[in-house]
């Protein structure tokens, strides 16, 4: 038996030999925008992103998960041939980067699996050729997530550390981190799965390493952090996270990758909403230094969001402009700004379209805007166009029969729609539609009218966040930007003398948590109305569901929320079920 002098002894050594071989790895996180199916655009930002990281004295970088075609890719991954051309990007890739430097990225493969199937893999690009290569256990199938749709789980048996530089690293992939995480509709993983994260680290992992592609939702940055340290926590073993950021389609990733330390202090944060290139080197493991860093309120979380969202959308879609109907409201007010932060206000052109039932500070509010932002604009009163239709035979009977009623109230935001759509078409601009998730589930907006465009910039903002924002853009500002009035009256939609929302719909405070609870918590009649008038919430409830076809005809938007319309809510339109059912 040792003598305890002669352990002590032994362990230092061994203590100085762990700290030696740590002592060897510079490590770069590298958080990129890739352009989901641009295989060459993507594998050149990789590579000019390891050759900065090379010069920097890196060891190793890492990329987010398959950062090669982009994410999420889709059904484009069931195209023939593409499963193969991405094979064939990372062995190129393998063979361009600089020899003195290890390189992780993400990829979908169907390198040495059964025809037809293909993985969500990470490789280890090492010295012109592949080194190692895991595969994504954990797949996702949920929300706006299909990923069982297209890959393969990882074979178990495989899941093991990899070695680089005399260290062995606990790769793994975005959800395989989230194993065991007790969400209502998240992580429903099949019972006979493990937890990669444990396997890994019980097989002697000295750094564990999560390349991920993971969408933002309201302080989503907090929960990931909670996660890892969870891991950290249990396993004493520092962590790596690095997320991909930038706009796809309807997600906004908002990169904020960092490293956790042996003891869960945070050593590295990576910016937010922006590409990034940071170092951290495994010597400073154990120097006893920590990050503070201060958490972003609700509203700046959804302005840079809607600014990347949009930004991204009109960049990799080919758009340098677009254009959008300014009536004077918030929601308008807060569409233009986040537009003119996203591409420039030189690149932003308005269209003021007043009704006879337009007040006059409506257009002056919607003047004033325009004017502060630096937008172009152009005033189009609709009046004789909505005269035409009335001097139609049939339909300007019906017109006559209910002046101001709904069919016209929907004419007028129709020839709105139609004049954005013309400048649209004209000059390739992309129409903006500007209605809030609030109005949305209402259907409090009109099909081919004020839902008329390209993008709904706004779609997931519920209307009392709309406000949050619209004041947050004249904070940031230091100046006013949407003007006072727009922030103070009340909402509407002027398509009828003396209108108001509030004659239509709930107050918005109202509104908005009883919608909260329908669509993001999923929460019945009876339990909201345990916190909501009872009346309110069924009738809520009801016109939630009797709406669903007008959603499914709206324009694409930007997922901010943990159930926001779209892909990630698939409900019934030819459906009825009584709430008092429940």
């Not at 030999?17 to 199916?37: C, D, M, W, Y």
């Not at 699996?113 to 994504?136: D, F, T, W």
């Not at 589930?441 to 910039?457: H, I, Q, R």
């Not at 103070?488 to 509030?502: G, I, R, T």
Request: proline share 5%; with cysteine.
């Amino acid at each position: 038996m040792l003598s305890l002098s002669v352990w002590l002894v032994e362990s230092v050594q061994l203590l100085h030999l762990f700290q030696e071989k740590r002592a060897s790895v510079k490590i770069a996180l590298a958080q990129l925008n890739p352009t989901v199916g641009d295989l060459r655009g993507n594998c050149q930002r990789i590579l000019e992103a390891a050759q900065r990281a090379e010069q920097s004295g890196a060891d190793l970088v890492l990329f987010p998960e398959l950062i090669v075609c982009g994410y999420p890719p889709k059904d484009i991954l069931l195209r023939e041939g593409f499963i193969q051309a991405c094979d064939r990007a990372v062995e190129q890739l393998a063979q361009e980067i600089p020899a003195g430097i290890g390189v992780i990225v993400g990829h979908p493969t169907g390198r040495d699996l059964p025809e037809g199937r293909m993985a969500n893999a990470a490789s280890l690009l090492y010295q012109g050729a592949i080194q190692a290569c895991v595969h994504k256990l954990l797949l996702p199938n949920y929300d706006v997530f299909d990923e069982q749709r297209y890959f393969r789980h990882a074979d178990q048996e495989q899941i093991r550390p990899v070695e680089f530089g005399g260290l062995k690293l606990g790769l793994h992939i975005c959800e395989d981190a989230w194993w065991g995480q007790p969400d209502t509709f998240y992580h429903n993983q099949p019972a006979h799965l493990p937890d990669p994260v444990r396997i890994l680290a019980e097989a002697g992992s000295d750094l564990l390493i999560n390349i991920s592609a993971s969408p933002f939702e309201i302080d989503k940055r907090k929960r990931r952090q909670q996660i890892i340290q969870a891991h950290v926590d249990r396993y004493s073993v520092p962590y790596l996270f690095v997320n991909q950021v930038g706009g796809n389609d309807d997600l906004v990733f908002d990169g904020h990758s960092f490293v956790l330390d042996q003891n869960s202090r945070l050593r590295l944060q990576l910016s937010g909403f922006e590409e990034d290139l940071q170092f951290f080197d495994t010597s400073t493991l154990d120097d006893g230094t920590s990050l503070t860093v201060s958490p972003l309120s609700r509203e700046e979380q959804l302005f840079d969001a809607l600014v990347l969202g949009l930004r991204d959308y009109m960049q990799k879609c080919g758009f340098t402009d677009c254009v959008l109907g300014l009536s004077g409201g918030i929601d308008s007010a807060l569409a233009s700004a986040v537009a003119a932060e996203a591409i420039g206000p030189e690149h932003v052109h308005a269209l003021l379209l007043p009704s006879r039932y337009s007040s006059e500070h409506s257009v002056a509010d919607s003047l004033e805007l325009a004017q502060n932002l630096g937008i172009d604009y152009e005033t189009v009163p609709i009046d004789t166009v909505h005269q035409a239709f009335e001097n139609l035979p049939v339909i300007g009977d019906d017109l006559r029969e209910a002046p101001a009623g709904l069919a016209d109230q929907n004419l007028q935001a129709r020839i709105r729609g139609a004049n954005v759509m013309v400048r649209s078409n004209q000059h390739g601009w992309m129409a903006l539609a500007t209605g809030n998730k609030s109005e949305l589930a209402m259907g409090y907006c009109t099909l081919y009218g004020d839902m008329a465009g390209g993008f709904a910039v706004l779609c997931d903002v519920l209307k009392c966040d709309v406000y949050l924002v619209s004041r947050y853009v004249n904070q940031r500002a230091g100046r006013t930007i949407i003007p006072e009035n727009i922030l103070d009256k009340a909402p509407s939609a002027e398509l009828a003398p003396n209108q108001v929302d509030q004659d239509s719909l709930p107050p918005y405070e109202l509104l908005d948590g009883i919608l909260k609870g329908l669509i993001e918590d999923e929460r019945s009649v009876r339990s909201l109305s345990e916190q909501y008038p009872r009346e309110t919430v069924q009738w809520v409830a009801n016109r939630l569901d009797r709406n669903e076809f007008k959603r499914r005809q709206m324009p694409p938007g930007i997922k901010l929320s943990a159930r926001a319309f779209g892909s990630g809510r698939r409900m019934p339109m030819a459906a009825r079920f009584h709430w008092d059912d429940e």
